[in-house]
């Protein structure tokens, strides 16, 4: 099940962030988000196995986060969680940008899958753990042309 993110899903969200992050978001952090964004959690027996948060500004959003548990990834969760939390976006963006490590490949690969491209780069925007930086790749996804949109 996807939801909206509770205060009481701090904990295990910051759990996992832990664990798949080298410069991971404080609990403060993801406190804020619950107020100033569209933050989810998509959960399994009462379990949180992973989170989105979603910026919406004017009628565009920005994908500022997400994360599936290590234990969890690759059965398809991220996929469904970045999708139906793009689908609880009040505003209907007309676009979606995101940012990721270039080194990130399972996150492009997914993002690609979500129908977000490349359109810009970012030389040596993220640090990195052992030291020196790599690139950020800039993606976009349209929802403009989205034909159900209409009938929403
Ligand atoms: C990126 C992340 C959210 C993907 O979540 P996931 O639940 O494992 O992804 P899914 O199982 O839904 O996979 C969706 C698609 O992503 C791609 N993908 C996922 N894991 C992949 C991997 N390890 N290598 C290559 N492609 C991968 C595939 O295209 C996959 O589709 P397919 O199964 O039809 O081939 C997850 O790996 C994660 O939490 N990583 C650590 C945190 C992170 O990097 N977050 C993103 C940047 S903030």
């Not at 295990?12 to 989810?40: D, G």
């Not at 979606?96 to 080194?103: A, D, N």
């Not at 925007?125 to 976009?140: L, S």
Request: contains cysteine.
């Amino acid at each position: 099940m996807i939801r909206l993110m509770q205060a009481s899903d701090l904990a295990a969200v910051s759990q996992i962030e832990n664990l798949v992050q080298t410069h991971p978001w404080t609990k403060n952090q993801f406190e804020e988000s619950i107020n100033s964004h569209v933050s989810t959690v998509i959960e399994q027996d009462h379990q949180v196995l992973g989170f989105c948060i979603l910026q919406p500004v004017v009628d565009e959003a920005n994908l500022l986060l997400m994360a599936i548990h290590p234990s969890q990834q690759g059965k398809g969760l991220g996929y469904q969680l970045l999708d139906e939390s793009i689908a609880l976006l009040k505003n209907n963006p007309v676009q979606i940008f995101l940012e990721v490590r270039e080194s990130n490949k399972a996150a492009i690969a997914l993002y690609e899958k979500s129908e977000f491209h490349q359109i810009d780069l970012r030389k040596n925007y993220y640090p990195k753990p052992e030291g020196g930086r790599e690139h950020a790749i800039i993606m976009v996804k349209t929802c403009g042309d989205d034909f159900s949109k209409l009938f929403k």
